[in-house]
């Protein structure tokens, strides 16, 4: 159970284009999914935090309109890379919060790959 | 804000030998602490997840102690194997994760 998926595994596409992400629990209803993002060789760093049926919340230093979210429902969230650059290549990972409350653990899908040409 | 050190940043063990990683946390006001392994270019897997209110757990190899009050945890991983080779991550959950810049650890056949 608590599986997460995410599509596509690994994205190439030209700068200027826009790439979107999916992020999919597959058993469970997720109320609370977050969206982190990897350079090589570095840690995972929170991007936002994305609650089903309302705005995103997003860390210090992320750009909101550079990262569109949306959890339009409670098994979908999106990422949405605007007029991806180079910089943006990234490792990016998203996890679901199956309960409602504070503290619960979070299942984290497989990752997306961009490379930005 | 949640600030997490590990301590080595890398390590080499042949087989058989013992591992000990390390991981600190600056607000010990967390609801609980996990491991995770991280193979290179995949996602994460969870190892242990330690609930603020203990202060072990445990599966087969892997044991992780953790300290809340002095804001510390502990993963040992006994006789270790070539396939424990990977980074290990923790995090420190305060309803967001942090996470830790890892150990990567690396076993000797």
């Known amino acids: 159970g608590a599986v997460v998926s995410q599509h596509p595994s690994w994205v190439i596409c030209k700068s200027g284009t826009s790439v979107k992400i999916e992020c999919r629990s597959l058993d469970f209803q997720a109320t609370t999914m977050f969206w982190y993002r990897q350079f090589p060789k570095q840690s995972l760093m929170l991007m936002a935090t994305?609650?089903?049926?309302?705005?995103?919340?997003?860390e210090q230093g992320v750009e909101k309109d550079k990262f569109l979210i949306n959890h339009a429902s409670l098994t979908l969230s999106t990422l949405t890379v605007t007029s991806a650059h180079p910089e943006d290549s990234s490792f990016y990972i998203c996890s679901a919060v199956p309960g409602p409350g504070d503290g619960d653990t979070q299942y984290f899908g497989p990752g997306t790959r961009l490379t930005v040409l | 804000k949640q600030e997490v050190t590990q301590i080595p940043a890398a390590l080499s063990v042949p087989e058989g030998e013992n591992l000990v990683l390390n991981c600190s946390f600056t607000d010990s006001a967390i609801y609980n602490l996990q491991w995770f392994r991280q193979d290179p270019g995949k996602g994460l897997t969870s190892l242990l997840l330690?609930?603020?209110?203990?202060r072990e757990q445990t599966s087969g190899r892997l044991n992780a102690s953790l300290d809340k009050s002095s804001g510390r945890s502990t993963l040992y991983i006994a006789a270790s194997q070539p396939g424990d080779s990977a980074t290990y991550l923790c995090?420190?959950?305060?309803?967001?994760?942090?996470f830790g810049a890892g150990t990567t650890v690396t076993v000797r056949a």
């Open positions: 994305s609650n089903e049926g309302s705005k995103a919340t997003y």
């Open positions: 330690i609930q603020s209110s203990q």
């Open positions: 995090a420190a959950n305060d309803y967001k994760l942090s």
